[in-house]
């Protein structure tokens, strides 16, 4: 029977992703193998961060015996002159760091005014960027910074029109809009971005819409203060008539029209990936059907029509979220099963009974995902289970109503279906 010790290395940097600092640590005393995985170079890479505050900085006195490629600084304390000593103890312990993020709690922090003149922090091999609270500067001309290798790039700053970026080969960023100025600093960088996530602060979307997006391929908008309304329809839609190259959309919006649903999906047809979330009002998934190439498909809303659509090669399909208290509601959930190639399918505290007995069974779902239910009761999941006989792979998580004694059964029942369960305690008494 296999066991950890047939499991390579690769397998288990996965598993040990999921666990905090001290677990990581006291797996190190497990075995000689996991001590030299979880102290792997390439796994220290990828997790390990040095994590810096204002009130907890390092003491100048103590040596650290490692090098940190991941560094995390908040500045939230006084710019004192201790501060800036132990700052200066950066560079040794961490000389070429490759993901950095900086957290400006105060406006004009003249320990801001010293990374960006490089004097605590290595920038030049950073090649992943995150920037939170103020970059103002009361410095008579804006802060400039040079960054050959940077590659993925986060702000969620004010006072940008303080602050100046070369960076060539930036190709992902997200950015919190407050103002036009934030726009000024992504038109720089429109043409080379591959992937764009704009978060708008408020219902004001500037003029964003007039951009031009010809090298983009993923995109994703968060304008939940505000739909997508009739006023707006023919700049919107002139927008992506002009983004026909995007292979990868995310909607956040409080409601979308049904036109300006159908018109985008008209013009985006190299789509493989899909995310609609909104907050009022139903989607009718009728208005994508031409997207043949769509592969992966997210929806949040409290009600899902499924009726009239039919999506060759749609792989992963997700219902739900936990941020809808009330739950979904699907119509024509029958219309699940003209999915045939369907092999993954999440459904978040979706509305599945009795609907669920309206489905005829399918072979094409090898993996589900049932999560955050307020109440899932164990004949409902026998009978949806029995619905997709293809299944080989069950987690569910959160769902109230379901203990460790129905799922036993549940698998006496189907000994060749694995289950992963997280048992929901909060209602038992």
Known sequence: MANFNHMPNEILELIFDNLDFRSRRNLTLVCQRWDAVLLSDRFINRNV???????RMLDPKHTLYRYYPNLSLRLNGPASSESAKSLRTLPSVVPSPTCVRLHVAQPNDPRWVAICEEQFI?????????????????????????????????????????????APNLRHLHMVVHSE??????????????????????????????????????????RRLKGMTKSEQ???????????HLERLELTVKFIDSYVLHTIADKLTQLVELTLQVAEGTIELGHIAMLTRLERLRIVASRVNLQNVHLPVLRSLVLGSTELGTGTYLEGIECLMTFTRLSTLTLVNVKIYPEVLQLTPTYSVERMVLT??????????????????????????NCHGLYQREIDKLKRMLPKLAVAFDEAKSDRL
């Open 49 to 55: 961060l040095l994590a810096l505050d204002g009130n």
């Open 122 to 166: 290595n920038l030049r091999t950073v090649d992943t960027l995150h920037v939170v609270g103020s970059v103002r500067s009361d410095q008579r001309r804006p802060l400039s910074l040079r960054m050959d290798r940077l590659h993925t790039l986060k702000l969620e700053v004010v006072g940008i029109e303080d602050f100046r970026l070369r």
């Open 181 to 222: 100025e934030h726009l000024d600093f992504l038109l720089q960088f429109i043409n080379q971005l591959h992937s764009l996530s704009v978060v708008f602060g408020s219902k004001e979307s500037y003029y964003f819409y007039n951009l031009k997006l010809s090298n983009l391929r993923h995109l994703s908008i968060d």
């Open 234 to 244: 023919n700049i919107s839609i002139a927008f992506f008539k002009r983004s026909v």
């Open 372 to 397: 955050h239910y307020r109440r899932l009761e164990e004949n409902h999941l026998h009978i949806l289970v029995k619905r997709f006989p293809a299944i080989r792979w069950l987690r569910i998580s």
